[in-house]
């Protein structure tokens, strides 16, 4: 079945830039789609179709995809961005649903 | 506005079944165009998809639980269910029911994203 690939843990300092990969074989020929999930909330969509936003989410978030790495990109990042990060695509071989692993997002 | 709600025992006894609903209010379950799905995550673990049910009652489920998953739908009380027998403490985890949006892509392939989610619900498998 089909792997999505995310570090563990990134930390950014406030202000900078954060860009969370998401790898998996041919990636790019896939859409990626992004959740922010806070300690003790369910998690919430931040990016669909690997760069659009949904109504209510900051310009700040964005997303790229290409090859066998997408990127959620947080731009000017502030604490309350500190969360669990998960890519998600739709694996059509199976009609199954698959996660990454995750990226715990620091704020210094 | 749409919102899920999650209900069930948090407490279910090691080689039972787990028996969950997902309440939809603020909109129809059989509009079509979406997925409703159940998706778990086990205590400070990633999130792990457990399957997904049609209005119309079709279903697809995660190859790793198929054997001890089926879900159902009740369209005239709007809501849809997950079952998962023979439990063991490797289920504990948290459970959210999520809206999965279904579209096909540029490329004609079909897609789908979860735009909804349920608050979750903690269950517990005890021995």
């Known amino acids: 079945s089909y792997v999505l690939t995310q570090p563990p843990s990134l930390s950014v300092a406030p202000g900078q830039t954060a860009r969370i990969t998401c790898g998996g074989n041919?990636?790019?020929?896939?859409?990626v789609h992004w959740y922010q999930q806070k300690p003790g909330q369910a998690p919430v969509l931040v990016v669909y179709a690997d760069s659009d936003r949904p109504s209510g989410i900051p310009e700040r978030f964005s997303g790229s995809n290409s090859g066998n790495t997408a990127t959620l990109t947080i731009s000017r990042v502030e604490a309350g961005d500190e969360a669990d990060y998960y890519c998600q695509v739709w694996d059509s071989t199976g009609d199954h649903v698959v996660f990454g692993g995750g990226t715990k997002l620091t704020v210094l | 506005q749409v919102q899920l709600q999650e209900s069930g025992p948090g407490l279910v006894k090691s080689s039972q079944t787990l028996s969950l609903t997902c309440t939809v209010s603020?909109?129809?379950?059989?509009?079509?165009?979406?997925?409703w799905s159940w998706i778990r995550q086990h205590p400070g673990k990633g999130l792990e998809w457990i399957g997904y049910?049609?209005?119309?009652?079709?279903?697809y489920y995660n190859p790793s639980l198929k054997s001890r998953v089926t879900m159902s739908v009740d369209t005239s009380k709007n809501q849809f269910s997950l079952n998962l027998n023979s439990v063991t403490a490797a289920d504990t985890a948290v459970f959210y029911c999520?809206?999965?949006?279904?579209?096909?892509?540029?490329?004609?392939?079909?897609?789908?994203?979860?735009?909804?989610w349920g608050r979750g619900t903690l269950v517990t498998v005890s021995s």
């Open positions: 041919n990636i790019g020929t896939k859409s």
């Open positions: 049910i049609y209005y119309s009652g079709s279903s």
């Open positions: 999520a809206r999965g949006l279904t579209y096909y892509d540029s490329g004609g392939y079909r897609d789908c994203y979860f735009d909804l």
């Open positions: 603020g909109g129809s379950i059989s509009s079509g165009g979406y997925y």
